[in-house]
């Protein structure tokens, strides 16, 4: 029930389609109650009702002439004929025929009537012809119900048809908004969010789990409302044909309660396996693809075959527990329970007939009653083959909402005045696992305008410190310390808004499917092309616009995979410049570029600097030997603060560092 009223929070949103749904639904219902009244008026008012009494009547009342007697089937006090039907012949008798097992003998002329082994008397055998004229009366009315049968036909199919396609739209509808939803709420999620999940399983969830809200609504609607309807619409049916055979039916449903109940239970820890067995496929998939490369180069085919070999056998495996179980104790025995059921009908009225307790089974009414019968079973039969649709839809919506309703950032953003750049980070404490600091006391002061570079041995603290600035994770109830821009501390505003004037440049630029120009333009759709090319080459980008087929109109790959490391890493630079920051920070940026470029970029640093304050994180202290005051990280502390000079005055961690750096230059050489 939960989980459908978070569904319905995006079925609600299209009423009109839901109560069109709904409509075309009842209607069908409707149709399908009749269908087997009018086909039991056929069978025993028409096509069998040729044995019901005639009476002798004037030339003016009669419907049939036989022999020169006129006949009705209107009752009167006159004598009575009776027209049978025995092994496909038609045979008249004088007189009215008791209920009860008939027999028809003769002695080569003369044909004798037995019922219950006890000679009635004789009869006379109709032939073809005179057939047709007892059948004359009844043509007219059974054109009139063959043609409502047919019209029956064509308006529940118009009507089904109108149904499914509501419901279709009603579900495709619904799925775009989750969708929408969740990538919206995929953005404003903690970035914590994303190291414990893999980008395969996050993926698997708004693409594929998504349909299991399509399967609970399309699902819901066959279980509870269609077969709802149907059960309704079939126990009048039967409650109209025969009350108390409808009243015995009754002692099915503990049963199917009990049966059911266990059957899901079963069900429900095998859909969760599943489900889960098919977001891990995904997420190893996605893992080979993005590291096809390592594992070629180190030849780790058969490793990863294996791996993938051993997730799908285990969904293999669940996967046939559950199909074991439908066949075993699912919808396989509702099969077999539907032609028991059959069976039983035939016998009951099979009986009655026999018996002779006061009512006799036609054709048309065991007919009816089967198909009402049948029309009991069908919900039954659906909810076992549809309840394990149910059970995997449930826990496919449950997934999604797990994004759709995960723990949202504020993402207001609302208009704040541009930063003057002062940064001050106070006494800072923080742990990713309690009790393990990784920043120790952080004390630290850049004024505005200031470029400030950040040094350090790999797990130093210096990325988790510019992650703090970017408020990709805040400080926890156990961390201490605050962090100031221009003297605000920086959860005093959400963070988007936050951001607004701070701009950012990874160690890995990410680049995505689009033209340079779009990369570039990113969050400033107003940007020129022109001033998106000047940007270009005042950073050193002239031999990327140059060599490019369409300038800065050419299409980029997924991840820019047509450029080098560092062209795309021009293009990340650029794109900080253009959204124009108080605050630049480049975390690592220069790490995986060539000579060239970096020198390229550092002219171009040496530009953008000015009027902004500018942080970078540095593997290459060349990048930083112009800063204004560089910070030595070690171990989470901060163990030294000065400028280039004289730090390596200092002698110590920078200098150490440093000189490090020029021998392996000098060796490469």
């Known amino acids: 029930m939960k989980t459908f009223k978070k569904v319905w929070r995006y079925i609600r949103r299209y009423k009109k389609l839901l109560t069109i749904s709904v409509l075309a639904m009842l209607v069908v219902q409707v149709l399908g109650l009749l269908a087997p009244l009018i086909v039991k008026s056929i069978l025993d008012d028409y096509l069998i009702g040729i044995e019901e009494p005639w009476y002798v009547t004037t030339l003016d009342q009669s419907e049939v002439t036989y022999n020169g007697i006129h006949l009705t089937q209107e009752p009167n006090d006159n004598d009575i004929y009776s027209v049978f039907i025995y092994q496909g012949k038609y045979y008249l008798f004088n007189g009215l025929i008791n209920e009860g097992h008939r027999q028809v003998t003769s002695d080569g002329t003369t044909y004798y009537l037995s019922i219950e082994d006890i000679t009635v008397g004789e009869i006379v055998r109709l032939e073809n012809q005179v057939v047709k004229s007892f059948y004359e009366p009844f043509v007219q009315p059974l054109i009139i119900l063959i043609v409502l049968l047919a019209v029956r036909f064509f308006l529940q199919i118009l009507f089904t048809y109108i149904q499914r396609i509501s419901t279709s739209m009603l579900n495709v509808n619904i799925v775009r908004d989750a969708r929408k939803d969740a990538i919206k709420a995929l953005q404003n999620m903690p970035m914590t969010y994303f190291e414990s999940e893999p980008a395969g399983k996050i993926a698997n969830r708004i693409i594929h789990d998504v349909g299991g809200m399509m399967n609970l609504f399309s699902t819901l609607m066959n279980l509870v409302l269609n077969a709802s309807l149907a059960v309704v619409f079939a126990y009048i049916g039967m409650f109209y044909l025969d009350a108390k055979l409808a009243l015995l039916t009754f002692i099915v449903f503990p049963i199917i309660y009990v049966w059911l109940k266990y059957f899901v239970g079963k069900l429900n820890k095998i859909a969760v396996k599943v489900n889960e067995q098919n977001s891990m496929i995904t997420a190893n998939l996605n893992e080979i693809i993005n590291g096809i490369s390592i594992l070629q180069i180190f030849n780790y085919k058969k490793e990863t075959e294996d791996k993938f070999n051993a997730l799908s056998m285990d969904f293999n495996n669940e996967k046939m527990k559950e199909v074991k179980l439908h066949l075993s104790i699912g919808w396989n025995m509702i099969r077999l329970l539907g032609a028991l059921v059959t069976a039983f009908i035939v016998l009951y009225f099979g009986r009655q007939t026999l018996t002779i307790f006061g009512f006799v089974a036609t054709a048309g009414l065991i007919y009816a009653y089967n198909d009402y019968l049948t029309r009991l079973i069908e919900p039954v039969g659906t909810l076992f083959r549809e309840i394990g649709n149910l059970q995997h839809a449930i826990v496919k919506t449950e997934r999604i909402f797990t994004v759709i309703d995960g723990q949202q950032e504020d993402d207001r953003n609302y208009p704040i005045p541009r930063y003057k750049g002062h940064v001050l980070f106070d006494n800072l404490w923080f742990s990713y696992v309690e009790g393990k600091p990784v920043l120790k006391g952080i004390d630290l002061e850049i004024d505005a305008g200031q470029m400030v570079g950040i040094v350090g041995h790999t797990g130093s603290g210096k990325t988790t410190l510019i992650s703090l600035l970017l408020r990709f994770y805040d400080l926890k109830e156990n961390d201490m310390g605050k962090i100031y821009v221009d003297g605000v501390d920086i959860t005093t505003h959400p963070k988007q808004t936050y951001r607004q004037h701070i701009g950012v440049v990874l160690q890995d630029p990410t680049i995505f499917k689009g033209t340079l120009a779009d990369n570039i333009r990113f969050n400033h759709p107003n940007a020129s092309d022109e001033r998106i090319e000047s940007v270009l080459r005042e950073i050193g980008g002239?031999?990327?616009?140059?060599?490019?087929?369409?300038?800065?109109?050419?299409?980029?790959?997924?991840?820019?995979?047509?450029?080098?490391?560092?062209?795309?890493?021009?293009?990340?630079?650029?794109?900080?410049?253009?959204?124009?920051?108080?605050?630049?920070?480049?975390?690592?940026?220069?790490?995986?570029?060539?000579?060239?470029?970096?020198?390229?970029?550092?002219?171009?640093?040496?530009?953008?600097?000015?009027?902004?304050?500018?942080?970078?994180?540095?593997?290459r202290l060349s990048t930083i030997k112009q800063a204004n005051k560089i910070v030595v990280f070690e171990n989470g502390l901060k163990v030294e603060e000065g400028s280039h000079d004289v730090l390596l005055n200092n002698n110590r961690v920078y200098a150490n560092i440093y000189r490090s750096q020029i021998k392996d230059v000098g060796d490469n050489e």
């Open 542 to 619: 002239d031999k990327l616009i140059d060599k490019l087929p369409k300038g800065i109109h050419t299409e980029l790959t997924r991840g820019g995979s047509n450029l080098s490391v560092g062209e795309k890493q021009l293009i990340a630079f650029a794109r900080a410049v253009i959204f124009d920051p108080a605050i630049l920070i480049m975390d690592e940026a220069t790490a995986n570029i060539d000579t060239e470029t970096e020198t390229l970029i550092q002219t171009a640093l040496n530009h953008v600097k000015k009027g902004r304050t500018t942080i970078v994180i540095a593997h």
